[in-house]
């Protein structure tokens, strides 16, 4: 079964720091991994997809890097800003079972001004 | 807006009610998931529906039962709510293919069961 967790639970930064949230996965046959952001109350938006063929994946300040054969994914943000304060899911769609997501339980990320 | 709508936002139901939560996509995805978010458990799915007509349970299937009206609607309904059901679903969808696209996700329902 595979399992997905994330380090640390819950990280408090200074503004304009530099910060990466990991995530591991125990089954590296995958189809690919998906970062998401969740604000307080509210649903969860999509902020990267790595496909299994991929190595890593940009958008802005955002950077996911994906190790498939050693579990591994991080999530690295660019001179946080309080902006950026959210929990962070990553979640692994397992080969073989369709499209369905295994998630991990997040990183609650809190930027201080 | 496109997206993937959830109605209602909010619930409170009674032990031993009934209700159904509704969810539909304009998207043109072909594959519907719900899922359930508890403290401390993430998120996990419920059931989902790889295409039309089609049904599946996920990893917390008891208490619930879903219909896939159609291509754009998948709904969960509770025969008989209880305390355990207390939680906050969040309906999904994605366009499958030879290679597999990111999820788009619903804000979410939030019942209460007292």
Known sequence: KQEVTQIPAALS?????????????????????????????????????????????????????????????????AASQPGDSATYLCAVCPSGQGSRLTFGEGTQLTVNP | NAGV????????????????LQCAQDMNHNSMYWYRQDPGMGLRLIYYSASEGTTDKGEVPNGYNVSRLNKREFS??????????????????????????????GSGTRLTVV
Not at chain 1, 38 to 62: A, C, M, V, Y
Request: positive net charge; charged residues 15%.
């Open chain 2, 76 to 105: 969960l309904r509770l025969e008989s709510a209880a305390p355990s059901q207390t939680s906050v679903y969040f309906c999904a969808s994605i366009l499958t293919g030879p290679s597999h696209y990111g999820y788009t996700f």
């Open chain 1, 13 to 77: 930064v200074p503004e304009g720091e530099n910060l990466v949230l990991n995530c591991s996965f125990t089954d590296s046959a995958i189809y690919n991994l998906q970062w998401f952001r969740q604000d307080p109350g509210k649903g969860l938006t999509s902020l990267l997809l790595i496909q299994s063929s991929q190595r890593e994946q940009t958008s802005g300040r955002l950077n996911a890097s994906l190790d498939k054969s050693s579990g591994r994914s991080t999530l690295y943000i």
């Open chain 2, 5 to 20: 709508t959830q109605t209602p936002k909010f619930q409170v139901l009674k032990t031993g009610q009934s209700m159904t």
